[in-house]
């Protein structure tokens, strides 16, 4: 097979009409693994699963707080991809990705943020403690409040696009930075509270749960983003003729 | 304003360069209050902490390089929108990306003249901050070299920020929610190396992870800033 440019390999994708198109076959096989992985996920975590013999119960909050704290960084990542794709081959599909993407991962920071105030609580008696990995996904969520916030001023939306998705690539080269800066930081005052988070091992009844929750997680991203991109572009595309064949045959 | 316009010898790059800094900072000399404003802010938001916090010195000099440094990233903040704004209003801006020069190497000469019309004077006006939260002797030196490392890189990485924002309304509020979290390592590394150095131990680590920072920025600030800056003249 001879090489084929980016652009040229996957024009289908890029084309908002033919993503449009597989995504709607996609979708309903996207949605019942979400389900079923969620399903089998949770009745695993929080039935099967043995209690932990420091933390009782209450650390099964894990199945939520560590899936979601992971998604905040992958969609992150995602969202600073499709800015880097949007920008260099100015592809439409990879613009509405990097804007559907925002609010989801916005979404699971918060989630992380409040399942980790609620499980700290009981562990280390505070709602909020000024440790490493918790200051840097507040400062995550900022970065995509701030995406967000730039975002909506822009009234162009393929401006606005290029725009954030600038944004988003300057916070991809600052998270790490921010994550050592904020790391270092905490360890001149209180080490120990970053230790208490690693727990050394994860014994592989909790382990195979969590993943499968990961899994959903992932593939509940993919879904929602699916939905979201599907929407936004069906509006943004609406005096092409595309759009009027697509809905008029469905 | 003969002095103000393209010069068309400005044929080589450096010379463009040089003159855009003297253009700047013709401009800075010319509009005194704007520059002196956020000077102003700087002492002011300073000295209202130990309004809030106590007169207590012992608690006032811990925190100060906290406060001092906090005070110096909000001064440059309000003067940053002030760095596109004139350039954007009356059309040099597209002027600007016109011209044959690489735009990142004259984004970068922008940049130094904002700097030095903000950064320099604030790094003057610090002793003063450290006369005031009784900071004195090696910690008041390392404080200067944490904010003559650090402004740079306020001002490097607040140009993207201005760069995104240029031309809206509202545009500064949002400045600040673009900028602050991006500033967060350059606040970390310079409050804790003057910090260290209070208590008497080496900051050079914290330094040294600073002047990376800077030259981090340096590098990459000014192709983001003028990649947003073309996406927001398009």
């Given amino acids: 097979m001879h090489y084929l440019p980016f652009h040229h390999r996957y024009q289908h994708l890029a084309s908002p009409k033919y993503f449009y198109i597989w995504s709607g076959r996609l979708l309903p096989w996207l949605a019942s693994i979400t389900a079923i992985l969620m399903i089998v996920g949770l009745y695993w975590g929080l039935v099967v699963a043995p209690a932990d013999y420091q933390q009782g119960d209450s650390y099964r909050i894990i199945f939520i707080h560590v899936p979601s704290a992971w998604m905040s960084l992958f969609i992150y990542v995602v969202m600073a991809s499709a800015g880097a794709i949007a920008l260099i081959w100015r592809v439409k599909v990879a613009e509405v990705i990097g804007s559907a993407s925002a609010p989801l991962g916005a979404s699971f920071t918060l989630l992380a943020l409040i399942t980790g105030s609620l499980w700290g609580k009981p562990m280390w008696g505070t709602w909020w403690v000024w440790d490493a990995r918790l200051t840097s996904e507040l400062i995550l969520l900022f970065l995509y409040l701030g995406y967000m916030a730039l975002q909506s001023a822009i009234e162009d939306p393929r401006q606005a696009a290029r725009a954030a998705a600038i944004l988003a690539l300057v916070g991809v080269v600052d998270l790490p930075i921010i994550h050592y800066s904020v790391e270092w930081w905490n360890t001149l005052h209180q080490g120990p509270t970053v230790t208490k988070f690693d727990a050394p091992s994860i014994h592989w009844s909790m382990l195979i749960p969590l993943l499968i929750m990961a899994t959903a997680f992932t593939t509940y991203y993919i879904t929602l983003l699916l939905l979201r991109t599907r929407s936004e572009l069906l509006e943004r595309e609406r005096n092409n003729g595309w759009v009027k064949q697509v809905l008029s045959s469905s | ?234």
């Fill in chain 2, 1 to 234: 304003m003969t002095s103000l316009a393209l010069p068309m010898n400005a044929s080589t790059l450096s010379h463009a360069c040089w003159w855009l800094t003297k253009r700047d900072l013709l401009l800075v000399l010319r509009h005194r209050s704007d520059a002196a404003n956020p000077l102003l802010f700087f002492l002011m938001v300073a000295s209202i902490f130990p309004l809030g916090i106590g007169p207590e010195s012992g608690v006032l000099r811990q925190i100060a390089p906290g406060i001092i440094w906090i005070a110096a990233l909000l001064a440059t903040l309000l003067s940053l929108e002030a760095m596109f704004r004139s350039d954007f209003d009356d059309g040099s801006l597209e002027q600007l990306i016109l011209s044959p020069h690489p735009l990142p190497i004259l984004v970068l000469a922008k940049i130094f003249a904002h700097w030095l019309a903000t950064g320099l004077p604030l790094i003057l006006l610090a002793p003063l901050l450290g006369l005031i939260f009784g900071i004195s002797g090696w910690p008041l030196v390392i404080l200067l070299i944490t904010l003559l490392v650090g402004t740079p890189a306020l001002s490097l990485v607040g140009a993207v920020g201005v760069a995104l924002t240029v031309g809206l309304r509202r545009g500064g509020l949002l400045l600040t929610l673009l900028l602050l979290p991006l500033y967060v390592p350059i606040l970390i590394f310079s409050a804790g190396a003057v910090e260290t150095a209070a208590q008497g131990l080496p900051a050079d680590g914290q330094l040294y992870l600073l002047g990376a920072l800077l030259v981090l920025a340096a590098t990459l600030a000014p192709i983001a800033t003028s990649a947003a800056l073309c996406i927001r003249m398009s």
